[in-house]
């Protein structure tokens, strides 16, 4: 009965700690999942703006000069084709086909019964982007509307990447195996009957079907092992699971005479750019952990046994002879000690093995604070790019006046003076502009002596014509016009400032704020400066505000946020700057107040 009891408790203790590494397994690949899909997304944001949005791309496409089109963009095509971007498609005001790059002879044909992107791009008028099934392959869409300079809208353009493309990124970056499973009525339905070849039948379900993968030695060999896993029973049970249509993570173990492993897979639903349900991204990978726990509960369940024999044994030779009992529970008492020893000796190596899994965890979140980092990256470059568009359109412009000016033979030295001094004032913009970002980049994270005042100009200099781009006005209110010196590392105060902006910037434009700003304080006080970012969008729910700064904790949607951007910058500010992040509701929006000693 006690042998049951404890069997029972054991086992128990390791079904939660499997329930409960499966679910962190879930957290990360769904981290994983989001990180890849939004480095795709301001990959997408850089195409549009840096490759296509420009002038002479614009009034091609506005007097439908198909072939000049083409010719300008050939060349960035071939070069983002080759780091696996997958398309640019130009479509009209009515939905039709203008210039596909990869396949410039084929065009005109109607896409408003197959394309909802593009519909709904050219009906309302703003971007859209998300997974969205074509007639051959679904891929990762990134559609926008198209303006001329009067403002007008002359069509869209789609900027697109392949679901095998970003299978091979998240595979190369987390060393993970993965599946694209489409639901068998999706598939009948839409795809091609010349191109139902690109699939195959899914060995986790029989109602889904499988998007072929580019294959290597490595990953036909992972697909035969995972073959001769899924069972029927296990079809079954996954059957249930697949219906409910909601993340889920479970356990399957590999045993034959060459490999004993245990692997985590993880179903993670997929949507349509409609919001419809079409299928699970599945990701495959090995658990040392789920290894570990079994060897633990069979090391534990041997000793159990061991002691329960013990047990019996004694008992067995007390109701056998009396006299023998004070030997034997001598030698029996040894013995335990032995036991005892040998279980001290290994909760000593459970305590090692913790904290090596403490070291593994911390290094995962290093990583996707590494990633949160360049998705920031891509933002600021994003920053950059509206930095510059008005220097350029000046440029642009003086070089014209220029070129127009001497065709007609009415250019004059103080004329030409005055366009060389424009474009060379503006070309100093520009440079200072990149100064400001190469020095944040290069910075080391090292304290020194800086004054705040600097910090915010850099600060402003980066995001500024980012909020200015999306109407948002900047109101500086700082106390105190002598600088404000403090010991600090400006890398890292200027990531969090940065962060503080985008989050406003975000919120103001989600929420459609009516003339939208941001309030910049700088205040000295007894023994800190506090830094603050205060909006005008409403301020953050009640039910939100207190878990504001936990990991992982977002009121985004998940395309656009991770929920790290507040932890990883009150992480910085508290263990870095050895000051403290704090947040509160106004009357306007939420206010964020950086507070920071003048040294330690």
């Not at 992972?222 to 479970?250: A, D, T």
């Not at 190596?349 to 990256?377: N, P, Y």
């Not at 568009?389 to 070089?399: D, E, H, Y």
Request: aromatic share 10%.
């Amino acid at each position: 009965m006690l042998q049951s009891v404890l069997f029972f408790l054991l086992q128990l203790n390791a079904q939660s700690k499997r329930e409960q590494i499966l679910e962190a397994s879930k957290t990360v690949v769904t981290t994983q999942y989001n990180t890849i899909y939004n480095s795709f997304n301001t990959l997408a944001q850089i195409v549009f703006k840096g490759y296509i949005n420009k002038k002479e791309i614009v009034e091609a496409f506005a007097f439908k000069n198909r072939e000049k089109l083409y010719e300008l963009l050939k060349e960035d095509y071939a070069y983002l084709n080759s780091i696996d971007f997958e398309q640019i498609h130009f479509h009209t005001q009515k939905n039709h086909s203008f210039l596909r790059m990869h396949e410039p002879k084929r065009f005109g044909d109607d896409l408003s019964s197959v394309r909802y992107s593009v519909k709904y791009v050219n009906e309302l008028k703003e971007p859209i982007a998300g997974l969205e099934m074509g007639r051959i392959v679904p891929g990762f869409r990134f559609v926008y509307p198209m303006f001329d300079d009067t403002k007008s809208h002359i069509g869209s353009v789609e900027t697109s990447f392949s679901v095998k493309a970003f299978s091979k990124k998240i595979e190369n970056v987390y060393d993970v195996h993965t599946h694209f499973l489409l639901h068998k009525s999706i598939f009948n339905e839409k795809i091609f009957a010349t191109h139902k070849q690109n699939y195959s039948k899914s060995i986790e379900s029989d109602d889904y079907i499988l998007l072929n993968r580019n294959t290597t030695l490595t990953t036909n060999n992972e697909e035969v092992l995972l073959k001769n896993i899924f069972s029927q029973h296990l079809k079954k049970k996954l059957k249930i699971k697949l219906k409910e249509y909601k993340s889920f993570s479970m356990e399957i173990e590999i045993l034959n005479k060459e490999v004993h492993k245990h692997k985590i897979v993880t179903f993670l639903p997929l949507q349509n750019i409609e919001k419809e349900n079409i299928g699970y991204y599945v990701v495959y990978q090995n658990s040392n952990a789920l290894f570990k726990l079994e060897k633990e509960f069979l090391t534990s369940l041997a000793i159990l046994t061991l002691l329960n024999l013990l047990i019996v044994f004694l008992i067995y030779k007390s109701v056998m002879n009396k006299e023998m009992l004070k030997q034997l529970v001598k030698d029996k008492t040894k013995k335990l000690n032995t036991s005892n020893k040998k279980l001290k000796e290994l909760n000593n190596s459970l305590e090692t093995r913790i904290k090596k899994e403490v070291e593994k965890v911390k290094i995962q979140e290093h990583k996707l604070f590494e990633a949160e980092k360049m998705a920031q990256m891509g933002d600021m470059i994003s920053n950059i790019a509206h930095q510059w568009r008005q220097p350029l359109n000046t440029i642009s412009i003086c070089a014209s006046g220029v070129k127009l000016s001497y065709e007609m033979q009415l250019n004059s030295e103080e004329e030409s003076c005055m366009y060389m001094d424009m474009i060379l004032k503006n070309t100093q913009d520009m440079s200072r502009t990149i100064d400001v970002f190469r020095n944040f980049i290069n910075q080391k994270e090292e304290y020194k002596e800086v004054a705040a005042q600097k910090i915010l100009e850099d600060v402003i200099t980066i995001m500024g014509e980012s909020l200015k781009y999306n109407n948002i006005e900047i109101q500086n209110q700082i106390e105190s016009c002598e600088p404000l010196i403090l010991k600090t590392i400006p890398k890292d105060l200027t990531q969090v400032i940065v962060n503080m902006l985008t989050n406003a910037k975000d919120i103001l434009k989600q929420r459609e704020t009516k003339n939208p700003k941001v309030i910049i304080g700088l205040q000295k006080e007894k023994e800190h400066i506090c830094i603050s970012i205060e909006d005008n969008a409403g301020g953050i729910a009640n039910e939100h505000i207190s878990k504001i700064f936990d990991p992982y904790y977002t009121t985004k949607h998940k395309s656009v946020g991770t929920g790290l951007g507040l932890y990883i910058s009150q992480k910085i500010v508290h263990e870095s700057l050895k000051g403290k992040l704090l947040v509160e509701n106004t009357s306007f929006g939420a206010k964020f107040t950086i507070e920071l000693p003048f040294g330690f």
